[in-house]
């Protein structure tokens, strides 16, 4: 990206102080966290007493097979979701999960969902609303209540304002596509430029992309997440796993 396109998408809040990445420090700790649902034939155990630490030097993946999960672990360390005991601690800026749309009030408009995650976060709302609205390419329907989205709109909503807000540790649910060629490669840009100071948590089934934006990841099986120092360690034991 060139200085006229870091100068168009510099996010409109900074961040006092942010991530100290000259020593190893805590960002984010589990301490004994568990979480279940319940059904009337069973109950299902994502997290059994989950006790890590998420290091501020290190990017992390997390891996498991499909029904683990890592949706869940990933709300739980954004917040959107409590556990049923432990507790979470932040001592960062965290995102919510970019491709939940979750904090999202539908009745409002997407300029008015603007305002309010900006004033949560403490930001410019201002501020923030032109960056989502030049951002997301949503034209009239900026000013239209959400519920009247399409998928991929209210997608290009969600990634607006999470671009939008100077968040020390982003969370990602997988990585999808959002809208055609053009826009997907501007959200890879303006991505590119968030990482430069922050780091990243996200799930996906994808080895390569774990390898391309992760230091370290951990797997999640049997609500246990076992977390390795490197990414291929992980890699090697998910696919050991599931031979």
């Known amino acids: 990206m060139d200085e006229a396109g870091r100068a168009r998408y510099k996010a409109p809040f900074v961040a006092s102080g942010g991530i100290d990445r000259s020593r190893n420090s805590t960002m984010i700790q589990l301490n004994k966290v568990f979480k279940f649902f319940k059904t009337e034939r069973h109950m299902k155990v994502v997290l059994d007493h989950v006790s890590t630490v998420f290091d501020s030097s290190y990017s992390y993946g997390i891996l498991g097979v499909n029904g683990a999960g890592k949706s869940t672990t990933l709300k739980i360390i954004a917040g959107t979701m409590l556990p049923n005991s432990g507790r979470v601690i932040r001592t960062v800026r965290v995102s919510w999960p970019l491709g939940f749309a979750g904090g999202v009030h539908p009745k409002l408009t997407g ?133």
């Open 111 to 243: 300029r008015e969902n603007s305002h309010f995650v900006a004033r949560i976060y403490g930001a410019d709302p201002l501020k923030t609303a032109a960056f989502v609205e030049d951002f997301a390419e949503l034209g009239d329907y900026f000013d239209a209540p959400v519920n009247t989205y399409s998928t991929g709109m209210a997608a290009k909503l969600n990634f607006g304002m999470s671009m939008a807000i100077d968040f020390d540790v982003f969370l990602i649910d997988e990585i999808t596509g959002v809208g055609d060629s053009r826009f997907q490669k501007r959200c890879a840009e303006v991505f590119a430029e968030r990482r430069r100071n922050t780091r990243v948590i996200f799930v996906s089934h994808s080895m390569n992309t774990v390898a391309r934006f992760c230091d370290r990841a951990g797997v999640l099986v049997d609500g246990q997440l076992l977390m390795f120092d490197t990414v291929g360690k992980a890699a090697e034991f998910y696919n050991r796993m599931n031979r």
